[in-house]
Nanobody
Framework: QVQLAESGGGLVQAGGSLRLSCAAS????????MGWFRQAPGKEREFVAA????????YYADSVKGRSYVSRDNAKNMMYLQMNSLKPEDTAVYYC?????????????????WGQGTQVTVSS
């Protein structure tokens, strides 16, 4: 079992920045891939970023590439998503997720555990 909890969401103006955090517990953190996903109202959940177990490999959706950076601190059981140059279309609930099979996947179905989500709202 893995428990995940996101924090750091909020309301920000377009062009601003936010740093999301994800705290993990219940399973050795360095043994699984972590991902960030988001879901806007009326839309399907979509991939944002993923990071390998060691943190040496990162993956991004084209929509956030160059503006967002995923990182992890295995000593603290934490993952982060730094989001810069935010746009109104980034508005969504952001979720962190864990894949115990470490597939570095872009697909929500490959992640077994999910947090409750944190709202990010970007105003124009």
């Amino acid at each position: 079992q893995v428990q995940l909890a996101e924090s750091g969401g909020g309301l920000v103006q377009a062009g601003g920045s936010l740093r999301l955090s994800c705290a993990a517990s219940g399973h050795p953190f360095n043994l699984y891939t972590m991902g960030w996903f988001r879901q806007a109202p009326g839309k399907e959940r979509e991939f944002v970023a993923a990071i390998s177990r060691s943190g040496s490999s990162t993956y991004y959706a084209d929509s956030v590439k160059g503006r967002s950076y995923v990182s992890r601190d295995n000593a603290k059981n934490m993952m982060y998503l730094q989001m810069n140059s935010l746009k109104p279309e980034d508005t969504a609930v952001y979720y962190c997720a864990a894949d115990l099979r470490s597939r570095n996947s872009y697909y929500p179905r490959d992640y077994e555990y999910w947090g409750q989500g944190t709202q990010v709202t970007v105003s124009s």
